[in-house]
């Protein structure tokens, strides 16, 4: 496939609407169907299952779209290393983040850099940890903040800052007037999480197998924010890293439990080679990371 055609298909098998992406790609809905025909014909088999109007990805299909991701991937970041080489200060940097990295954490980082580095672009994406480290491992992304550190081979990995973890309560709770609390005694608690795969739910999963205790889940979510307004309404408590934003009504409770924080790091594929942008980023967010460790160990 060249590249013009792995960027309708892969647009086709993300919307599964022939309409929708032959809105998105700017050609008529007849061609488009034209191109997926003849597509299925030289492969043999039918990639996508017809249900009116509606299309979804079969088999064949899924398996395709993985390589036909990956390869428009390659094709890009190759791209953009001819970029890079033809005007060295400008670049673009693709960065992968979960939400609650994206009211302080990477608009530091991203203000800070193009200080000195103003020509260079980014692109921002924003999932779950695993989604942020598989985009990383499959190209889409040229680098990740995520916590805690992906188990995935493949990645590098550099720690940039430990957030302590606080539990957050009603404020009319039993537990609002404590100083401290350990996970253990929190057994027959009601608990408000992250959905699986967002990185503080594996913190929060870890810390309740150390504590041996089986936790009591009324609600989950993909978002911090919304795990914090749950808790000020009185529906259950949490655990949240100290200094995010808190909506007001809840309390926080420091957490005892050694591992009672997250560790946030940068994330990069261990194959790739990165672009000037990339690794001029990479290293100035080390740098920045470092910079900040310092002056905490200068306070008195």
């Not at 200080?115 to 260079?120: E, H, M, Q």
């Not at 692109?123 to 990383?136: D, H, K, M, N, P």
């Not at 039993?174 to 005694?185: H, N």
Request: charged content about 25%; aromatic content about 8%; overall charge positive.
């Amino acid at each position: 496939m060249l590249g013009e055609d792995l960027e309708w298909f892969t647009t086709l098998a993300e919307l599964e609407r022939v309409s929708a992406a032959a809105q998105r790609l700017h050609i008529a809905q007849p061609t488009l169907s034209r191109m997926l025909g003849r597509l299925e014909r030289r492969l043999g088999a039918e990639l996508f299952d017809r249900h009116g109007k509606r299309i979804a990805l079969n088999d064949f299909g899924r398996i395709y779209y993985e390589h036909a991701r990956r390869a428009r991937a390659e094709l890009r970041a190759g791209e953009q290393a001819i970029a890079d080489r033809l005007s060295p200060a400008k670049g673009i940097v693709r960065l992968s983040f979960p939400h609650s990295f994206g009211h302080m954490l990477v608009p530091q980082l991203i203000s800070g850099f193009r200080r000195t580095s103003g020509r260079v672009t980014f692109e921002l994406w924003q999932g779950g940890a695993e989604i942020c480290a598989q985009q990383v491992l499959d190209g889409e992304a040229d680098l990740g903040i995520v916590s805690p550190r992906p188990g995935l081979a493949g990645i590098g990995w550099r720690s940039l800052l430990h957030q302590p973890l606080v539990l957050a309560v009603p404020n009319e709770h039993r537990l609002a007037g404590r100083r401290q609390v350990r996970m253990a005694d929190l057994a027959d608690a009601e608990f408000i999480t992250m959905h699986p795969r967002y990185g503080m739910r594996r913190i929060f999963d870890d810390l309740c197998a150390a504590a041996d205790i089986r936790p009591r889940i009324a609600f989950e979510s993909s978002d911090l924010m919304t795990v914090a307004g749950l808790v000020a309404a009185g529906l259950g408590i949490a655990l949240l890293p100290l200094g995010d934003p808190m909506p007001p009504g809840l309390t926080t409770v420091a957490l005892a439990d050694a591992g009672g924080f997250r560790d946030i790091g940068l994330i990069w594929s261990a194959t790739a080679t990165p672009s000037d942008a990339v690794r001029r980023f990479r290293d100035f967010a080390v740098d920045w990371a470092e910079h900040r460790r310092d002056e905490r160990a200068l306070r008195p």
